[in-house]
């Protein structure tokens, strides 16, 4: 090259690599000085990840689904305190609800035999949902059931289910193999005993099921304390099933 275009060509090549950075420029640098950082008005934190990118559970990747919350299923649970369970389950549910992920519930055999449905006051905290009612025990043998997993377009499965080992376990696995990433909040399921549903826990992970606990999801939506579209709602449902204090309490 001459030493005619050598010039030209650095400030060509300075042109693009600037102009392919556009993120880094929109985004202030904050600092931290004495130990607290100054933002500019109306900051609202860093960008929000691409959906496909992000390794973390986000509003935009993810969908929940619970299975056979059914008061004579709930009746067999000996690990978890029930009024915990739906406590957690209650949690959970909302956060699902406030971030608009698409949500599906299920419970089995009630249009085939009568058995009582979803518990109502969890069934009324998303009255949106897709419901599914299945003669499979494995939920994923329901064609229908795997339609409105298919139909959420969404990659992470945070699945909760009664119990951990049976109605849980199958599906949970059967959607690993299918290619999801199977989320688990382990305070919202439980079994016959502690052993039933330690075993279906690690017949779960070692599917590659990664077990949580239901205060990651809110946590992993809202992200940066910076984003305030629905920081006060998140904040309430933080206080009220995970602190168990006023939800009006601030921090």
Same mark, same amino acid.
């Given at each position: ?48 990840? &691409?959906?496909?990118? =992000?390794?973390?559970?986000?509003? !935009?990747?993810? @969908?929940?689904? *619970?299975?056979? %919350?059914? +008061?004579? /299923? ?21 956060? &699902?609800?406030?971030? =608009?992920?698409?949500?599906?519930? !299920?419970?089995? @055999?009630?249009? *085939?035999?009568? %058995?009582? +449905?979803? /518990? ?132």
């Amino acid at each position: 090259m001459t030493s005619f275009f050598k010039p030209l060509a650095t400030a060509l090549s300075l042109t693009i690599a600037l102009t392919a950075l556009p993120a880094l420029a929109q985004t202030p640098m904050i600092k931290t000085v004495d130990g607290v950082a100054s933002y500019p008005e109306g900051y609202q934190g860093t960008p929000v990840r &691409a959906a496909d990118e =992000d390794p973390f559970l986000s509003p !935009s990747n993810s @969908a929940l689904i *619970l299975i056979d %919350y059914q +008061p004579p /299923i709930l009746m067999g649970v000996r690990n978890i305190d029930h009024e915990d369970l739906i406590n957690n389950t209650t949690g959970l549910i909302k956060t &699902a609800v406030l971030y =608009d992920i698409p949500i599906i519930f !299920s419970h089995v @055999a009630v249009g *085939l035999n009568g %058995y009582d +449905p979803m /518990i109502e006051e969890l069934r009324e905290l998303a009255p949106d949902a897709v419901f599914i009612d299945r003669t499979n025990v494995n939920a994923w043998e329901e064609p229908e059931f795997v339609a409105a997993v298919e139909a959420t377009g969404r990659q992470k499965l945070i699945m909760g289910g009664l119990w951990t080992d049976v109605c849980l376990a199958y599906p949970a696995i059967e959607a690993e193999n299918a290619g999801y990433d199977v989320y688990v909040p382990e305070d919202v399921v439980g079994s016959m005993s502690q052993l039933s549903h330690e075993n279906g826990m690690k017949r779960m992970i070692a599917a590659g099921v990664e077990p949580i606990t239901w205060n990651v999801v809110p946590a992993e939506f809202q992200r940066d304390h910076a984003r305030s579209g629905v920081l006060p709602e998140v904040t309430a449902i933080f206080m009220e099933y995970l602190f168990k204090v006023d939800p009006d309490t601030t921090w």
